[in-house]
Structure formats: C-alpha cells, structure tokens
C-alpha cells in the first residue's frame, strides 16, 4: 500500500514536500517514482529513484527545482519541490515498480502499484 501525503496550495515560488508512506511489502527492494496528473492531461513522470538511491531521473520540466529521495528506514519517498509554477498544479501520484529503467521509468505500465494521489495546486 502507497499513501500520499503533504500536498496543498502555495504560491508560486513557494516549496512543499511530498511524503509517499509505504507498507506491506520489501519497500527497500523496489524502484520508486513520482507522477502527476493535471486536469484534462495524461499522467506524466515526474521523478524516479532506483532502490539503494544510487540513481535518480527527472522529467525535464521539473530539473533543478524538484529532487526525489526516500528513507528505506522508514519506507518513505519523499519530492522535494521548489520554485513551484502555476503549470505544477496536478495530482500527483507515486508508485512502485520490480524494474528500473533511464529510458522506460516514465511509462505508466513499468509500475506495480500506485497510491491514491495528493493535490498540489500552485497559484
């Protein structure tokens, strides 16, 4: 089970951090990424982190200002989001994935479970 937390409103320039709580299952054996969802367009990938953290990948509208990391300690994701844009308004999802890619990770189908999602929406 993935369960999102730490949406909400803020300004444009502003921050918020993303928490995806993980559970039943070896969350530390599993790729991890972060998608979003605005409304009336398809779901993108945002972030994705390998296992052991060892590699990260980012979509590039979100490079330099969004950084994925998580706590295998704590079977937590976490999105870093900083200098928020009007355009980072959507929901955004994480999932879990036995794979990982730098060329496939944004698809939606290389993932094994989602979580129900959290709002953003920036102003």
């Known amino acids: 089970q993935l369960v999102e937390s730490g949406g909400g409103s803020v300004q444009a320039g502003g921050s918020l951090r993303l928490s995806c709580a993980a559970s039943?299952?070896?969350?530390?054996?599993?790729?991890m990424a972060w998608f979003r969802q605005a409304p009336g367009k398809e779901r993108e990938g945002v972030a994705t982190?390998?296992?052991?953290?060892?590699?990260?990948y980012y979509a590039d509208s979100v490079k330099g200002r969004f950084t994925i990391s998580r706590d295998n300690g704590k079977n937590t994701l976490y999105l870093q989001m900083n200098t928020l844009r009007p355009e980072d308004t959507a929901m955004y999802y994480c999932?879990?994935?036995?794979?990982?890619?730098?060329?496939?990770?944004?698809?939606?189908?290389?993932?094994?479970?989602w979580g129900q999602g959290t709002q953003v929406t920036v102003s």
């Open positions: 039943g299952y070896s969350y530390g054996a599993y790729h």
């Open positions: 982190i390998s296992a052991t953290s060892g590699n990260t």
């Open positions: 999932a879990a994935s036995s794979r990982f890619s730098q060329s496939r990770w944004h698809r939606e189908s290389w993932y094994n479970a």
